[in-house]
């Protein structure tokens, strides 16, 4: 055996297994954006599926193969990440406070998720869930109090304040218009 193959057998991880971290990194990639830990979690779980009896050692090791590849390759940046994530998001009707959530439980650091939120308006996004759910100036049939505190709560369940929420409520379909369009896309 030369000296490379024993220090592989030694620390339990083959150059198999290390094409193997490599291959399943670039097939994830290219299928979504993931954030490092993200890769990290997916390719340690599949790695316990399919090696028996690997370590936990050796399991960081293919974690950290796979993040070296997606990093060489360009696909795995967590500013990037972040900043797309936030993007579709404000588009989508999340508000600053779930994003930041969001972020968070995919495992970006709280200073690039700041840098990533930055520009994030939670005025737009407040609008863009109203457009979504018929709240506010998008609502079909006139609303009684009942109606408009049930809109104001799920403003508040989904993130956002108080003042937004109330705002958002009081617009004329014109004014949301006028305000949504005004937005930097």
Known sequence: MSGKSEQDQVLGVTLRMLA??????????SRRMMSERELA????????QKFEDISDEDLQVLATAALECGRTLGC???A???????RSGVR???SRRMLQRKLQEKGITSETAAVALEDAD??????AYARRRGFGPYRREDADEKRIIKELSSFARNGFGSDIARRVVGL??????????AAPL
Not at 41 to 48: E, G, H, N, V, W
Not at 80 to 86: H, L, R, S
Not at 122 to 127: G, I, P, V, W
């Open 20 to 29: 193997w971290a490599r291959n399943s990194a670039i097939y994830r990639l």
């Open 41 to 48: 979690d997916a390719i340690k779980r599949k790695a316990r």
């Open 76 to 78: 795995l940046d967590d």
């Open 80 to 86: 990037n990440y972040a900043e797309t994530k936030v």
């Open 92 to 94: 989508t009707g999340r």
């Open 122 to 127: 939670d005025l737009q996004a407040a609008l």
């Open 172 to 181: 004329t379909r014109d004014d949301a218009d006028e305000l949504v369009s």
